[in-house]
Nanobody, 122 residues
Framework: QAQLVESGGGLVQAGGSLRLSCAVS????????MGWFRQAPGKEREFVAA????????AYTDSVKGRFTISRDNAKSTVYLQMNNLSPEDTAVYYC???????????????WGQGTQVIVSS
């Protein structure tokens, strides 16, 4: 049973940057595919980015391509989401997830964190 804890959220102005972290414990982190999802108020949860276990494959939703970068440090059992050039449309609770294959569907991920709030002001 893996536990995921996100951090790094906060309030930032449009055009600014944030780096989210997700620390994983209690599981075989090196073998997990890791994903980031987000849910804005009144909206469905949506896929943001994912990375496979050995970092040779990543995936992004179109709206964040070129602005967000997902990475991982298997020695630290941590996955990151670097978010640059943020816009108010990026405001959401961001969730970290762990699964056994890289996928854009949340149902493919077995473990989830509690989320971290990101608010981008205009």
């Amino acid at each position: 049973q893996a536990q995921l804890v996100e951090s790094g959220g906060g309030l930032v102005q449009a055009g600014g940057s944030l780096r989210l972290s997700c620390a994983v414990s209690g599981g075989a982190f090196s073998y997990y595919a890791m994903g980031w999802f987000r849910q804005a108020p009144g909206k469905e949860r949506e896929f943001v980015a994912a990375i496979n276990w050995n970092t040779d494959r990543t995936a992004y939703t179109d709206s964040v391509k070129g602005r967000f970068t997902i990475s991982r440090d298997n020695a630290k059992s941590t996955v990151y989401l670097q978010m640059n050039n943020l816009s108010p449309e990026d405001t959401a609770v961001y969730y970290c997830s762990a699964g056994f294959r890289i996928d854009t569907e949340g149902s493919s991920y077995r473990y989830w964190g509690q989320g971290t709030q990101v608010i981008v002001s205009s």
